[in-house]
């Protein structure tokens, strides 16, 4: 009798487990699915018919199975679910990932390991419906009565309203095959948009000529979400940053307007960011981001250079070769081997953020006569695990960067960060005020009448650091010396300083490049905003 309650109590369990992990509470489970009966009455089924019925839900199951685990996964980086479409590149990247790790034979173990795990989990998912078929078979009147007053009373519930007549597995296979058909269809779409630019016409010599001249670096900070500012354990700490840097760029003869844009991407996989903010399409899957790299859709890099000016990267997380790069037009990649950091990682973040923007200096901004320079950079100080995390030097010190080796080595390690929630979020903010107070020191002290910064989070940090916020949104700031660059602006109503306003319009990360070339272009008539 055990096991056969245990069988019962597997199904259940299976099915009504939620998706997400931060919804398993013992509420969870006060639930009546209508699943449970149908499978009861299909197992009545006698063999061989009942043998091949109790496979097929057995497969069935299993695939349920597996994709309540991926959503859990997806849904605690990236707050959604898991799509087996755009999310097909998951399998390569990790693949790739463990053959660094691990070596060939130690990625094809664990991939043969992985596989192993989820026959596994059709076999005891297959025996333990074994086990519930012989006992409903032993006694099928019974049974067939017992299934069918369950079925009443479930339509009852159900006509009352109550929330414990559910249907959950259905819904789940409903919602994946219902998201994995629009996806297609979404990225259909996708096909057309690549095509369509009215900014690919405008002459060169009208284009982004507000701003000829000048140097203009896109700078996206790691995980600069909404939340440091939503956040109060956050905001009472960051807010303070910011209200400093605005006020010490202003006595530096600086002007600053500040905003939100809603990110395409959440909790990670920041290049959609870029390739949104980039190509002024909403690029918020693998999948649109493969096929905009394959396109010949002009990016914001590649309209800055038909204008005149030198276009730069500067990746520090790159330690490989990057292919996608060539669709953006760079005419130099800085990726972390190219800086000359001689000191030590942060872990995984492979130089700090000063060192980063010193070394861009001394490359590409040093005195003297040079073509203006347009380049797109990622600060990674702030990504993940936060830990151990640098502190401003005098720029004169930065040199090779040997200078951060001693900070390289202090702070506690990950393993003992992550050990709580709430330690993580305090090293998560501690790394927002670093990136802020360092990129407003380096506008301080390199910044002239010919730079102009556009500062912008790639996406919100993971969910359980902003626990659990909806909220997409990141901040932008646009810092000037040349009050005509704010004039040019006006229309776009950003809040002035760096703290964005509750009646600041909050625009998709896709609509910055529409505007921005529509502010600092002459005007053409045909043209008009993507």
């Not at 990726?335 to 060192?355: E, S, V």
């Not at 200078?403 to 990950?414: D, K, R, W, Y």
Request: charged share 15%.
């Amino acid at each position: 009798m055990g096991l056969k309650l245990a069988a019962v109590l597997f199904i259940f369990v299976a099915l009504v487990i939620p998706n997400r992990i931060s919804l398993i509470t013992p509420l969870s489970f006060r639930s009546f699915p209508v699943e449970l009966l149908l499978i009861g009455l299909t197992l009545l089924a006698p063999n061989p018919a009942g043998f091949i019925i109790r496979w097929l839900t057995a497969v069935l199951l299993t695939v349920g199975i597996v994709l309540k685990l991926a959503d859990m996964g997806t849904y605690q980086f990236f707050d959604r679910a898991f799509n087996p479409v755009v999310d097909s590149h998951f399998w390569a990247d990790g693949l790739n990932f463990l053959q660094g790790t691990l070596g060939q034979i130690g990625a094809y173990l664990v991939v043969a390991l992985l596989c192993a795990l989820i026959a596994g989990i059709l076999v005891l998912v297959s025996y333990v419906l074994k086990v519930i078929q012989r006992c409903l078979q032993k006694i099928p009147k019974l049974s067939s009565l017992g299934l069918g007053a369950g079925g009443g009373l479930w339509l009852i519930l159900l006509s009352v309203g109550a929330q414990t007549a559910t249907s959950p597995f259905y819904h789940l296979m409903t919602e994946h095959v219902t998201q994995t058909f629009s996806t297609l269809d979404d990225l259909a779409l996708f096909n057309e948009q690549l095509t369509t630019d009215h900014y690919a016409i405008v002459p060169d010599e009208a284009l982004l000529s507000k701003l000829k001249g000048k140097d203009v670096l896109v700078v996206f900070i790691e995980s600069y979400g909404r939340t440091v500012l939503d956040k109060a354990s956050y905001a009472e700490h960051v807010r303070p940053v910011l209200e400093q840097a605005a006020h010490d760029l202003s006595d530096k003869g600086f002007y600053a307007r500040s905003a939100y844009l809603t990110s395409p991407t959440y909790g990670g996989i920041s290049w959609l960011a870029h390739g949104t903010l980039m190509s002024g399409l909403w690029v918020n899957s693998q999948t649109r981001y493969d096929r905009l790299v394959a396109s010949e859709r002009p990016s914001l890099n590649r309209l800055f250079k038909r204008a005149g000016w030198r276009t730069v990267a500067v990746q520090p997380a790159h330690t490989m070769a990057w292919p996608q790069g060539a669709y953006f037009g760079y005419d130099q990649i800085y990726a972390a081997q190219d800086l000359g950091y001689q000191g030590k990682p942060f872990n995984w973040i492979t130089m700090p953020d000063q060192y980063t923007l010193s070394a861009f200096q001394a490359r590409e901004r040093q005195s003297g006569k040079r073509a203006s320079v347009m380049a797109e950079m990622a600060l990674i100080s702030s990504h993940a695990p936060w830990t151990p995390l640098p502190h401003l030097v005098d720029w004169n010190q930065v040199g090779d960067g040997s200078v951060f080796i001693e900070q390289a080595n202090a702070g506690e390690s990950p393993e003992t960060v992550w050990k709580e929630t709430e330690r993580i979020r305090v090293q998560y903010r501690k790394s927002i005020e670093y990136a802020l107070a360092n990129i407003a020191s380096y506008i301080a002290t390199y910044g002239d009448d010919n730079l102009v910064v556009l500062v912008l989070g790639d996406h919100q940090p993971a969910p359980f650091v902003t626990d659990e916020s909806e909220s997409r949104e990141v901040i932008v700031h646009l810092i000037s010396h040349d009050a005509k660059v704010m004039g040019a602006v006006k229309d776009w109503q950003w809040a002035e300083g760096l703290l964005p306003s509750k009646q600041t319009p909050v625009w998709g990360m896709d609509k910055l490049r529409a505007q921005f070339i529509a502010a600092f272009s002459e005007k053409m008539s045909g043209v008009v905003a993507d």
